[in-house]
């Protein structure tokens, strides 16, 4: 996606026209500008863009495009000492000289660099490297070629123009992966039929009470699914600073890059890769998501290593149970063994995230941990490799929380449809972990293991199910209610299983 200020749209004849680009000789001088500049300033490389802008037809053409490779490059900070350092001790430095002449400037400057042990000249361009528009382009790891890059533009013009839609009517070759990612992202559907096939209409939750920017990003994303489909169509209805307006897009508009996004994990280190794989073989009702959305610290953004998603029954939808739409995510940053600067300054931006819950794995060598906790953030002391025990336990609390808040959210008795019903499979139905119905009352059904049946049923299965009966024909019994639980059925009707080798079992009496 673009940022709406580089949004491109016609709106000849009251419609609301995105305008593609097909120039691949422009998206290669982009590409080349950003290649040419590696190891130079951001403020020289924005230079070269700008003079780029003066000679196209449409500078926010160039802005798109550079927006797009940019996500693709790094930039550093090169300094002979770490700015913020240099500025306390050039500060420091001039307050105790008095700096008002330019040569009281320099010897404070000279004076701070003799206790740094740098010279002053290294000292004057350390103070503000840490700027944007003088940090160094490191590397531009593009993917793509300039013809795939027009393509990813127009996808992400596209999804932009989506930002401001209120209604999404999607037909595809392949409905099934549309209404699929609709799920996931949390978005309300109903599929109509058309005089032109079925269509999907695809609204966001609250698109009946007030229209919101963030249910526009999500129809946005949903665009790539659908762009992938092969044969598609899609309208929506975009609020226009108050004016409706129709949006069209088909599969000659838009398509997909032929290089797809990068879908392996990096991590930082061996301890963060480790720690991810282990976690994630527990099979836990949360979800662990590698490098988050930003957080607001202050002036500055941190972006955790991982985050954990309350994902009850792992039906990968997340469950609300706070008032709004606030997903349930508790934060995770791992502090390995770094300088006592970066220390400082991780703390730093930690101490200025609020309203959120984060988890601190810190190495024990750092001996930061208690400042961790002061600043209202729980800290998980590691050496080596991170104990996924001490992770789960830390999470325990907050799923305490969500199964309680989850199960207020459920009457007290619940009457299922169904005749047999397991508690895992109602409990997807309700969008909550097992835990949260544990407590709850079935009027209409006896618990049985894990399984809700009703009475009757279990009465007719009393009259068909005798001693001496083969496991397998009993099975078939219950699997006609939809009943895989044999074990607790049989015990329930006062039978046990004589296993008889590797040939099967028999049903009997069970002692009294």
Known sequence: MLTKDLLRVSRAGGGYHPQFADDETLAARVLGVYQGHVGE??????????????EAEDFKLVRGFAKLVEREATFETRAAVPPERARKRAFEAAEAV?????SERETALSRAADGLGIDAAALESSL????????????????????????QYNLSLAQTALFDATEVRVRS???KAVVSAVKRLRLLYEIRTTPRGREVVVTGPDAIFSNTRRYGTRFARLLRTVAGTGEWTLSA????????RELRL????VSVPGVEPVTDVSYDSGVEADFAARFASLGLDWELIREPEPLE??????IPDFAFDWRPGGDGAVRDTASGDTEQRVFFEVMGFWTPEYVEKKLDRLADVDDVTMLVAVDESLGVGEAIEARDHRAIPYSGTIRVKDVRDALRPYEAELVAASAADIPDALRPDADAVSLSALADEYGVSEEAIEGKRFPDHERVGRTLIRPAVLDDLAERVEAGMALAAVAELLEAYGIDDDGAVLSRLGYRVEWEGLSG???RERPE
């Open 250 to 253: 088909t599969e000659a508009d």
């Open 297 to 302: 610290a202050g002036e500055h953004v941190v």
């Open 98 to 102: 008095g700096v008002v002449t330019e």
């Open 237 to 244: 209805a975009i609020d226009d600073r108050g004016t409706e």
């Open 128 to 151: 503000y490297a840490d700027l944007d528009d003088r940090q160094i382009l490191a590397a531009v790891d593009a993917r793509w070629s300039p013809g795939e890059l027009v393509t």
């Open 505 to 507: 079992g028999t049903v």
């Open 41 to 54: 300033s951001r403020a020289t490389l924005q230079a070269a863009l700008t003079e780029i802008e003066g």
């Open 173 to 175: 070759s392949d409905p």
